[in-house]
């Protein structure tokens, strides 16, 4: 277990890198009294709005050319947290419930009505199945780009403590404060029920040479009962098995493109 929990502190911190910055078009407004940086590309005709939402420590401009590209289609929403970007930092807890609220909170203030695809990626596509589960009237379907998925982390009090004292040094607050409510978000998204009616897209990195190491979901390796529950976890949904990388909507963003497009039609 700690040697897992430690595996995953360092797959984020070699994955993400240096955040990036935000591009120029996006906008800061103040909703609810917080300050918050997000990007719209309006489509007149169109009949969903494509949600983005990023993984831990990743921004606008981590989406790369993917929101551009399917804005063709329909009308899209990227969004920073609040602690990332020109999003200020916020007082009220980082698990996984409270963040779908805000989103949904910038959503109507910007007046994006449903239906959504939401597309998440990492600790983002954890967001975006919860999001998922507790409104699924709202939501048409799903893209989990590399997600991660519940009980793939577990409780933060089982982090050894150098894994704890790491974690605190290489992160901001508030991406360690997402990292610890990891567990709690999971559980938050098996207390729901399914979404097994929603054409739910799973892209999945695995490189070529994954029968020599442990690598299994992309960039989360579990134990085989774990593997088997995620595995289940969305018995309907596609799976696309992409040698690529963690960041695959940078380095194969073609793949994302595709999957978005096809849950649009």
């Known amino acids: 277990m700690s040697m897992f929990v430690l595996q995953f502190v360092l797959t984020l911190l070699l994955a993400l890198g240096t955040a990036h910055a935000a591009p120029p078009d996006t906008v800061v407004d103040t909703i609810g009294g917080q300050r918050i940086e997000s ?3 309006r489509h007149p005709d169109a009949k969903a709005v494509i949600v983005f939402e990023a993984g831990s420590r990743g921004t606008i401009a981590g989406w790369g050319t ?15 947290r609040p602690g990332y970007g020109n999003s200020a930092q916020a007082a009220t807890p980082r698990d996984g419930r409270t963040i779908v609220e805000e989103l949904r909170r910038v959503l109507r203030h910007k007046g994006l009505k449903p239906p959504y695809v939401l597309v998440g990626h990492s600790l983002g596509g ?3 199945q919860l999001f998922a589960r507790a409104y699924p009237d709202e939501v048409r379907g799903l893209v989990l780009v590399d997600s991660l998925y519940p009980r793939v982390v577990k409780k933060s009090a089982d982090f050894p403590l150098a894994t704890r004292i790491a974690g605190r ?14 567990d709690e978000t999971g559980e938050a998204v098996l207390a729901l029920g399914g979404i097994d009616d929603k054409p739910i897209i799973r892209l999945i990195n695995v490189p070529k040479d994954a029968t020599a190491i442990p690598v299994d979901f992309g960039a989360f390796r579990m134990d085989s009962a774990t593997r088997d529950f995620v595995r289940g976890l969305y018995p309907n949904a596609k799976t696309v098995v992409v040698d690529a990388s963690h960041q695959m909507q940078l380095t194969h963003p073609d793949v994302v493109i ?8």
Do not use: C, H
Request: avoid cysteine; proline fraction near 2%.
């Open 126 to 128: 954890l967001y975006m």
């Open 258 to 265: 595709k999957a978005v497009q096809d849950i649009l039609r």
């Open 169 to 182: 040094l290489a992160f901001s607050r508030t991406a360690w404060a997402e990292i610890e409510g990891i």
């Open 39 to 41: 990007l719209t590309i």
């Open 66 to 80: 993917v929101p551009a590209a399917v804005a063709r289609d329909a009308t899209v929403f990227a969004w920073n």
